[in-house]
């Protein structure tokens, strides 16, 4: 069956170090993959889109790596501050979906500590 | 990045009435939105693509009579709970594709249905 997996439901960090969230999928062949930030109450903001035939994205602390034989992304985010704190998803586009059309992961939940 | 706005934000009704939500591109324009949503620790799931000027589509599971899309303009799509029942109360986002090379979606902040 089909599935996009992110790690962990929580994350605990302290301030200052990397945060690193994992994104893993059975059975797609994406296109690329998103993530996205969403806080409680709101709807996701974009961040990042790193595209099949692309290994790695930066911007600014955060980085997406992405192995599509291991059929996973990693989401870094260096020198973590408390206001990093969120939840973050990440969504696959996959080769005949429908135009736009994102399979989004449950969240992975990140609480930065002072 | 692209702007994408709802509203209302929230709203509060009785079992049986309809609810409109709204969903706005601002300084875009979108000829495909999206209607999601999302239930308490729950992924995003989609519920149907409007397309300017035609039908939307729904997806598999999602009744097109109950839930009502009118995508009128390049800014603009409707989505109306039509006789709303408690189950339907979660969160509605929208979303809109900038469209070009690099495809991306963008998200309204997403009303909070509550339906009593």
């Known amino acids: 069956s089909q599935k996009i997996e992110q790690n962990s439901e929580a994350l605990n960090i302290q301030e200052g170090k990397t945060a690193t969230l994992t994104c893993n999928y059975t059975?797609?062949?994406?296109?690329?993959l998103q993530w996205y930030r969403q806080d409680p109450g709101r709807g996701p903001v974009f961040l990042l889109l790193?595209?099949?035939?692309?290994k790695e994205k930066r911007k600014e602390r955060l980085k997406v790596t992405f192995d599509t034989t291991l059929k996973q992304s990693l989401f870094h985010i260096t020198a973590s501050q408390p206001a990093d704190s969120a939840t973050y998803l990440c969504?696959?586009?996959?080769?005949?979906?429908?135009?736009?059309?994102?399979?989004f992961g449950k969240g992975t939940k990140l609480s930065v500590k002072p | 990045g692209a702007v994408v706005s709802q509203h209302p934000s929230w709203v509060i009704c009785k079992s049986g009435t309809s609810v409109k939500i709204e969903c706005r591109s601002l300084?875009?324009?979108?000829?495909?939105m999206f209607w999601y949503r999302q239930f308490p620790k729950q992924s995003l799931m989609l519920m149907a693509t409007?397309?300017?000027?035609?039908?939307?589509?729904?997806e598999q599971g999602v009744e097109k009579d109950k839930f009502l899309i009118n995508h009128a303009s390049l800014t603009l799509s409707t989505l109306t709970v039509t006789s709303a029942h408690p189950e339907d109360s979660s969160f509605y986002i929208c979303?809109?594709?900038?469209?070009?090379?690099?495809?991306?979606?963008?998200f309204g902040p997403g009303t909070r249905l509550t339906v009593l």
């Open positions: 979303s809109a594709l900038t469209g070009g090379s690099t495809d991306t979606q963008y």
């Open positions: 790193i595209r099949e035939n692309e």
């Open positions: 300084d875009f324009q979108a000829t495909t």
């Open positions: 059975n797609y062949s994406p296109a690329y």
């Open positions: 969504a696959l586009r996959v080769y005949g979906g429908s135009q736009g059309n994102l399979i």
């Open positions: 409007s397309n300017e000027g035609s039908k939307a589509t729904y």
